[in-house]
């Protein structure tokens, strides 16, 4: 059965002052791991796709990393507006196409 | 302008009074999927399909039904609801044949608040 678990639970930062997020994941064999941000009573909206390891994708101040074991989400100089619930999901190999999503992690960014 | 629309928004019932939501989206895509999300569990996927008349369960089907009889529309039917099934439900869609990597990109719903008392 896929895993995906994210650390920490929830994070504050000051505005400017640099971190990472971790998504860590068990999957048979990885197709993709994903990476969205949500807003309070809001659906959640795509960031990022990583295929295998070694991989990196960049957004303005975000930047996803993926290793065989786990992904890092780095947020650099974040501002206010970063604040967001930050999820991470994996598609495995297997015959189905079932996305599995981590908890999410909820950064707040204070000015 | 592409999106994916949920009705109702919010929806509060009785237990056991049959309901339905809605979920259309208007970007051709072949993939849709529902999903509840709450506190401390997360997002959890309930069916998905993968095209018209193609449907499968995902971690947490139990007491839901779907249909997918047009590549827009993806009803989710409560048969008779109960008050464990109060959340909040996600309707998404996106790009992808069975098992490709592009099924992860999803576009998501406003999101139903379901309370059933």
């Known amino acids: 059965e896929d895993q995906v678990t994210q650390s920490p639970e929830a994070l504050r930062l000051q505005e400017g002052e640099s971190s990472s997020l971790n998504c860590s994941y068990t999957?048979?064999?990885?197709?993709?791991l994903f990476w969205y941000r949500q807003d309070p009573g809001k659906g959640p909206e795509f960031l990022f796709t990583?295929?295998?390891a070694g991989e990196e994708k960049e957004k303005e101040r975000l930047k996803a990393t993926l290793t065989k074991k786990e992904s890092f989400l780095h947020i650099t100089a974040p501002k206010p507006e970063d604040s967001a619930t930050y999820l991470c999901?994996?598609?495995?190999?297997?015959?189905?196409?079932?996305?599995?999503f981590g908890k999410g992690i909820t950064l707040s960014v204070r000015p | 302008e592409a999106q994916v629309t949920q009705n109702p928004r919010y929806l509060i019932t009785v237990t056991g009074k049959k309901l339905t939501v809605t979920c259309s989206q208007n970007?051709?895509?072949?993939?849709m999927s529902w999903y509840r999300q709450d506190p401390g569990l997360g997002l959890r996927q309930i069916y998905y399909?993968?095209?018209?008349?193609?449907?499968d369960k995902g971690d947490v089907p139990e007491g839901y039904k779907v249909s997918r009889k047009e590549k827009r529309n993806f009803p989710l039917i409560l048969e008779s609801p109960s008050p464990n099934q109060t959340s909040l439900y996600f309707c998404?869609?996106?790009?992808?044949?069975?098992?490709?990597?592009?099924?992860?990109?999803?576009?998501f719903g406003p999101g139903t608040r379901l309370t059933v008392t």
């Open positions: 998404a869609s996106s790009f992808g044949l069975a098992g490709a990597p592009g099924v992860g990109e999803q576009y």
């Open positions: 999957v048979s064999g990885l197709r993709g």
């Open positions: 990583l295929y295998s």
């Open positions: 999901a994996v598609l495995s190999t297997g015959a189905n196409s079932k996305l599995t």
């Open positions: 970007m051709n895509h072949e993939y």
């Open positions: 399909s993968m095209n018209v008349e193609v449907t």
